[in-house]
């Protein structure tokens, strides 16, 4: 009954333990992109002809002669990149980080270091959990086309458009893929913005696609894009297929605290057993649970790290 309960726990902490993690790194994540904001200058802007099309023969085709100022600067991994809105799942104004490893993904959302920035010419690619760490994806397969996508970043506002990827279900606004199908994440002409997530809920078997296409009319001006591909903190490139599944990954490294954290949960529960067999009282019940909640806590954040799939 007692492994029952902790395992019950566990599935407890995961959907609603892990969104405590992120509210507080998100708290921290608008301040620091409110000063940002605040930094952040214009630079002067040239004009391009820019056709504004999915890569698809589905979806708005349009052309349209806009200045394409210079592209904003990349912040560092895991620091805020802007803020995400998706009205019709009632997201609202959640920080996305540039990086989308596990420790970039129980931030918030992640921008794929590999693709454009949101708000620059190209395809602007976005990972985030589905059913934990706040779940900001969770209702993404109710998008339909026409749905707005309002990302803002130092540049601007800039609103997407989600059209039908695949043009046999032209009412549908998501694409089921494998894991391995990296394509969807391959750059683009034209300001184009592509969320990723696990699907189905719970699952971390295959990833759930939305494709949007940028609203001239309802956003500021585009930015010309960097030059630049994904790495890690060591400088190495990392290709597709390793920044779709990097944030899936257990990490090593979490199984050592893990054990220490679940040794040091048994000695304070056992302890607590004993002094609430011997004085048996509310208080002695009291006092025996918030210790044990505070070590189970910390062991179930290293235990959570180490398993292989994060949803």
């Known amino acids: 009954m007692t492994l029952g309960l902790l395992i019950l726990l566990f599935v407890a902490y995961q959907l609603w333990g892990t969104g405590i993690l992120t509210a507080r790194a998100q708290h921290g994540l608008k301040q620091d992109f409110a000063k940002a904001q605040q930094a952040y200058s214009a630079e002067s802007t040239t004009s391009t002809t820019v056709r504004d099309r999915p890569p698809t023969t589905v979806g708005p085709t349009t052309t349209t002669t806009q200045p394409v100022r210079p592209a904003p600067p990349v912040p560092a991994e895991g620091e805020p990149e802007g803020l995400i809105s998706i009205p019709r799942i009632g997201l609202n104004n959640m920080a996305f980080v540039e990086g989308v490893s596990r420790d970039d993904l129980k931030k918030g959302p992640g921008h794929y270091p590999d693709t454009p920035l949101p708000g620059t010419l190209g395809n602007a690619a976005i990972a985030g959990h589905r059913t934990t760490f706040l779940h900001p994806f969770y209702d993404v397969d109710?998008?339909?086309?026409?749905?707005?996508?309002?990302?803002?970043?130092?540049?601007?506002?800039?609103?997407?458009?989600?059209?039908?990827?695949?043009?046999?279900?032209?009412?549908?606004?998501?694409?089921i893929v494998k894991p391995t199908d990296v394509q969807v994440v391959d750059n683009t002409p034209n300001a184009q913005l592509t969320l990723?997530?696990?699907?189905?809920?719970?699952?971390?078997?295959?990833?759930?696609?939305?494709?949007?296409?940028?609203?001239?009319?309802?956003?500021?001006?585009?930015?010309?894009?960097?030059?630049?591909?994904?790495?890690?903190?060591?400088?190495?490139?990392?290709?597709?297929?390793?920044?779709?599944?990097?944030?899936?990954?257990?990490?090593?490294?979490?199984?050592?605290?893990?054990?220490?954290?679940?040794?040091?949960?048994?000695?304070?529960?056992?302890?607590?057993?004993?002094?609430?067999?011997?004085?048996?009282?509310?208080?002695?019940?009291?006092?025996?649970?918030?210790p044990f909640l505070a070590v189970l806590f910390a062991f179930y954040v290293y235990f959570e790290q180490a398993l292989p799939a994060g949803y």
Request: proline content about 7%; glycine content about 8%.
């Open 142 to 175: 109710k998008l339909k086309p026409n749905d707005d996508i309002i990302v803002e970043t130092v540049a601007g506002k800039f609103t997407y458009k989600v059209y039908a990827p695949d043009p046999a279900h032209a009412d549908v606004g998501h694409l």
């Open 196 to 290: 990723t997530s696990c699907n189905p809920k719970f699952s971390a078997e295959q990833r759930i696609v939305i494709k949007a296409v940028l609203a001239p009319n309802e956003s500021a001006k585009p930015a010309r894009p960097q030059a630049r591909r994904g790495t890690n903190s060591g400088g190495k490139v990392r290709p597709h297929q390793a920044l779709m599944e990097e944030g899936l990954s257990g990490q090593e490294r979490s199984l050592t605290s893990a054990v220490r954290w679940g040794f040091g949960a048994l000695l304070v529960g056992l302890a607590w057993w004993w002094a609430f067999r011997r004085w048996r009282h509310p208080i002695t019940w009291i006092v025996g649970v918030v």
